[in-house]
């Protein structure tokens, strides 16, 4: 993978502008270390699943059990 190409994979997963992942899901994933170094380890595949299964996350309780059950 291309310097380039490796960038732009990993700002796809920035929070906001220009990136793909909502915004509650990060500030969870980020306060939940556990599930953060899981969330890093996965294939871009995995990732992108993941994220698209945050998005049917509706409350903060549910956003909070999603990140906290990728880290066990």
Do not use: Y
């Not at 500030?27 to 698209?52: G, R």
């Not at 909070?64 to 990728?70: A, D, I, P, Q, R």
């Amino acid at each position: 993978m291309e310097h380039s190409e490796l960038r732009d994979t990993e700002s796809r997963w920035n929070i906001g502008l220009g990136g793909d992942m909502p915004i509650g899901f990060g500030l969870s994933l980020a306060m939940n270390n556990k599930s953060m170094e899981a969330f890093a380890k996965m294939s871009e595949a995995q990732k992108q699943e993941t994220v698209e299964k945050s998005r049917q996350m509706h409350t903060k309780a549910d956003m909070e059990w999603f990140v906290n059950s990728l880290g066990k």
